[in-house]
């Protein structure tokens, strides 16, 4: 293998010259600068203005939407069919639970008034095939 000596192979410039006594001059430069009284003076406020802004628009929006928006339905709001498709779906719920969302007025309603007369009683269970089977059971 060829030995590589990096004294031997021309070099590449990399094409950043500094100027002649730069490094000499840079830290009288830099102190004439900042000792200088030409300062422009930004406020913060100026500066942040509309950051301000939209931090109160924020605000805004979230205050009404507290105030003015309804916190929760109530069980009158809901609908019959769908608190009849999520009883259907639910099938964990006990019936304390469901009577916890009926009142009398629903309790009322639920009750039926059968008024069937005696022949049309006698009929029935007379026509039924299986009366031995209510019998002995």
């Known amino acids: 293998m060829n030995e590589f000596k990096l004294d031997n192979q021309p070099k590449i410039e990399t094409g950043f010259k500094v100027p002649k006594d730069y490094f000499d001059t840079l830290s009288?430069?830099?102190t004439s600068k900042i000792s200088s009284d030409n300062h422009d003076v930004i406020s913060l406020?100026?500066?942040?203005k509309q950051l301000i802004y939209a931090v109160a628009a924020v605000l805004?929006?979230?205050i009404n939407i507290?105030?003015?928006m309804p916190s929760s339905a109530k069980v009158s709001?809901?609908?019959?069919?769908?608190?009849e498709h999520y009883i259907s779906?639910?099938?964990?719920?006990?019936?304390?639970?469901?009577?916890?969302y009926l009142d009398?007025?629903?309790?009322?309603?639920?009750?039926v008034d059968f008024k069937i007369?005696?022949?049309?009683?006698?009929?029935?269970?007379?026509?039924?095939?299986?009366?031995?089977n209510y019998i002995l059971n």
């Open 28 to 30: 009288e430069k830099i």
């Open 45 to 48: 406020y100026q500066r942040n």
């Open 60 to 62: 805004v929006l979230a």
């Open 66 to 68: 507290i105030f003015f």
């Open 77 to 83: 709001d809901i609908d019959e069919a769908t608190f």
């Open 89 to 100: 779906y639910n099938t964990k719920i006990t019936p304390y639970e469901l009577a916890e």
């Open 104 to 111: 009398n007025e629903d309790i009322e309603k639920l009750k």
């Open 117 to 132: 007369s005696d022949t049309v009683l006698e009929e029935s269970v007379l026509n039924n095939l299986d009366i031995e």
